[in-house]
C-alpha cells in the first residue's frame, strides 16, 4: 500500500480494494475519507498512517496549541 504526503498533515492512501483510488487521511484531525472510517470511526488507512507518521500528529498538536495561546 502506497503512502504519500499531499499537505501539511495529510496523506494519500492507496486503497487496498482498488489500487487505482486513494484516501485522504488527516492526521491533524485522525480521520479519513474511506467509507469505512465514516461507520467504524476507524481504518486501516489511518492506522497504518499512524503507525508510519505518527510523530507529525505529536508536532502537529503541539503547533496547533501554541498557535492558539
Known amino acids: 500500500m ?5 499537505d501539511l498533515g495529510t496523506f494519500l492512501v492507496e486503497s487496498r480494494s482498488d489500487p487505482e483510488n486513494s484516501h485522504i487521511v488527516d492526521l491533524r484531525e485522525a480521520t479519513c475519507s474511506c467509507e469505512g472510517f465514516q461507520f467504524y470511526q476507524t481504518c486501516f488507512h489511518l492506522r497504518s ?3 508510519k507518521h505518527g510523530d507529525l500528529r505529536e508536532r502537529l498538536k503541539q503547533r496547533a496549541q501554541m498557535a492558539g495561546k
Open 49 to 51: 498512517v499512524l503507525l
Open 2 to 6: 502506497k503512502i504519500t504526503p499531499h
